[in-house]
Structures are given as C-alpha cells and as structure tokens.
C-alpha cells in the first residue's frame, strides 16, 4: 500500500525567509509524487510534480521541490515566503507499478503560516 | 474556461435520505475522482475512473456509489447517507498528471 506523510501540521515563517514543507512517501514501486495548495474556502489547485528526470523540479509561483529517492522525501520549498503563501499544502503520491496504479494517496497536510 | 462544477455547493440533509451530488467537467479528461476532507484526515480518495464505464474504489469507498455513463459527469452518490459521512467533498478530473479540482460540497448530515 502507498502512504504519504507530512510530519509538521504547521509552519511557521516569517515573510522574506526560506519555507520548506516536508513530505516522506512509502511506494512498493516508482512514485509520481505531486503538491498542491489549498486557500481558505477553495478547492485545491496543482503546484508541481515529479514524474521523472531531474530531481528538482519547478513549480508554480516560485515553489520548487527536491525528490529524493533514497531518503523517499518530495520536500516543498521556496527560497522567499510571501504572506500569500499562506495556505494548507498537501503532498500526494501515485504508485505506478502493478495494480492500483491510477490510486492517488494525499498527506494529511501542513499549514503554513507567513508572518510579515 | 476549463473547470470542474461540482452540484450543491452546500447541503444539509438527514440520516437515510438518498442523495447525489453531481460533478462535470468540460475538458474532455478521461480521468475523474471523488475525494473527502476532514480535519486531521486530510483528503482520503473514495472513488476514481478511468474512463466511461470503468470506476474503481479508492481507500475510503463504503457507503458511496458512483457511476461514469459519460465522459463529462461523474457523479457520487449516497445511498443511506449517515453523521459520519459529514464531510467537505471533492470531485477532480485530469488528462495526464496533474488533477484539476471542483469547488467543492460541504455535507451536513444530522
């Protein structure tokens, strides 16, 4: 079975600092992996993903994460947080080997907090 | 303009009443799912497709049923719906990777 977790259910930053919002996945196969973020009273919308290739991959509004294989992590970071980066963010994870392959698996999620 | 609608927004209803909450999207994704979110839970998926006629459970399916006659619609429906399926709901649709999420429905149910 596949699992997602985020240790932090908070973050705290201040505005103009470096964020990073952990994940670590549990795959029997490769993973895609994916972030996305959750504004108050909205739906979720996508932020980025690894597929494959490079192991850092670039995002939307300047958020980029680090795949890293052997330590099974998907860290989100950003190296200047903004006060509207304040939001509920959730890493997510695909097996894509053997069946159940189209099953996606959510974290619980993280809040992160930009104080000004 | 590419979207998920998802039909109530909100809703209220009681132990055992049958209801449906719909979902559409205009993007032509084969892919579709229903997901619930509660706090501390995060979002658990209920039920995907992979195209018409072809659904499959995710990890929280009991108490749900779901259907795929067409392309578009992917609707979720709730039998005998019961407290502990008081949940804020999501529907998604997706071509490739990413998911595109609905507004989502908060269900009460007393």
């Known amino acids: 079975a596949q699992s997602v977790a985020q240790p932090e259910d908070q973050v705290n930053v201040a505005e103009g600092n470096p964020l990073t919002v952990k994940c670590t996945y549990s795959?029997?196969?490769?993973?895609?992996l994916f972030w996305y973020v959750q504004y108050p009273n909205r739906g979720l919308q996508f932020l980025l993903k690894y597929i494959t290739g490079d192991n850092l991959v670039k995002g939307s509004y300047g958020f980029e994460a680090e795949f890293n294989k052997s330590q099974t992590s998907f860290h989100l970071k950003k190296p200047s947080a903004l006060v509207s980066d304040s939001a509920l963010y959730f890493c997510?994870?695909?097996?894509?080997?053997?069946?159940?392959?189209?099953?996606?698996?959510f974290g619980k999620g993280t809040k992160l907090s930009v104080i000004p | 303009e590419a979207q998920v609608t998802q039909n109530p927004r909100y809703l209220i209803t009681v132990t055992g009443k049958k209801l449906t909450v719909t979902c559409s999207q205009n993007m032509n994704h084969e892919y579709m799912s229903w997901y619930r979110q509660d706090p501390g839970l995060g979002l658990r998926q209920i039920y995907y497709?992979?195209?018409?006629?072809?659904?499959d459970k995710g990890d929280v399916p009991e108490g749900y049923k779901v259907s795929r006659k067409e392309k578009r619609n992917f609707p979720l429906i709730l039998e005998s719906p019961s407290p502990n399926q008081t949940s804020l709901y999501f529907c998604?649709?997706?071509?490739?990777?990413?998911?595109?999420f609905g507004p989502g429905t908060r269900l009460t149910v007393t």
């Open positions: 998604a649709s997706s071509f490739a990777y990413e998911q595109y």
């Open positions: 795959v029997s196969g490769n993973p895609y």
């Open positions: 997510a994870v695909r097996d894509v080997s053997g069946a159940g392959s189209y099953q996606l698996t």
């Open positions: 497709s992979m195209n018409v006629e072809v659904t």
